[in-house]
């Protein structure tokens, strides 16, 4: 089983609209939780992190985590075609710096 | 520009050749790390150093790869005896070390390697 499942995709959502990306994770250890980006060909940027339950906004972006259920989401409001792209989870355990990485989900924004 | 650069940004060998790829993390940044990422996956971690220390590293991290950080700068990652598998984006993350809970790692641009 791996350690962090994301939906490979494509996730194809019109522009405008709400893109929902989701991620369960297996170790209940875990502590922080990130959401990176990656364009085709470049390498991942980070979007936003979450620690806490509940919900993290920064402008388009909302961060939902909740530990009980092993799940934390990312919802982009207002999609743009430039948001078209893999979205990469992360989740780093309590007893170690490294993060372990999902497959990622690949987002489409169609026009 | 401040960010984490890497050299060089593409290597082609032919299978069994060394190769050596160099990681210059953000110059306040002491934990630095080595992800392998191939086609449809997430990156993989190999390694990391905090200052000059390899703490830990992954079982994905055969006999044939070797890491460095001497002076707790900037690090290399060698490949020994290449061989088509190692075929990958190689990628290099920094971060500030503070053991902070949302210490956040960022990424390089990136080694891409091809053995032929």
């Known amino acids: 089983q791996k350690e962090v499942e994301q939906n490979s995709g494509p996730l194809s959502v019109p522009e405008g609209a709400i893109a929902s990306l989701n991620c369960t994770y297996s170790d209940r250890g875990s502590q922080s939780f990130f959401w990176y980006r990656q364009y085709s060909g470049k390498s991942p940027e980070l979007i936003m992190f979450i620690y806490s339950n509940g919900d993290k906004e920064d402008g388009r972006f909302t961060a939902q985590l909740n530990k009980a259920s092993q799940y934390v989401s990312l919802l982009i409001r207002d999609s743009q075609p430039s948001d078209s792209a893999t979205y990469l989870c992360?989740?780093?355990?309590?007893?170690?710096?490294?993060?372990?990485f999902g497959s990622g989900t690949r987002l489409s924004i169609r026009p | 520009d401040t960010g984490v650069s890497q050299n060089p940004r593409h290597k082609i060998t032919k299978r069994g050749q060394n190769v050596t790829f160099r990681c210059d993390p953000i110059s306040e940044h002491n934990r630095l790390y080595w992800y392998r990422q191939t086609l449809g996956q997430g990156p993989e971690f190999l390694t990391y150093f905090q200052n000059e220390a390899q703490l830990e590293k992954s079982r994905l991290l055969s006999d044939r790869f070797s890491a460095e950080r001497p002076k707790g700068s900037f690090s290399t990652l060698e490949i020994q005896r290449t061989e088509q598998g190692d075929s990958a984006m190689y990628l290099c993350?920094?971060?500030?070390?503070?053991?902070?809970?949302?210490?956040?790692?960022?990424f390089g641009p990136g080694t891409r390697l091809l053995v032929l």
């Open positions: 993350a920094s971060s500030a070390g503070r053991g902070d809970i949302g210490e956040t790692q960022y």
């Open positions: 992360a989740v780093k355990y309590s007893s170690a710096s490294k993060i372990i």
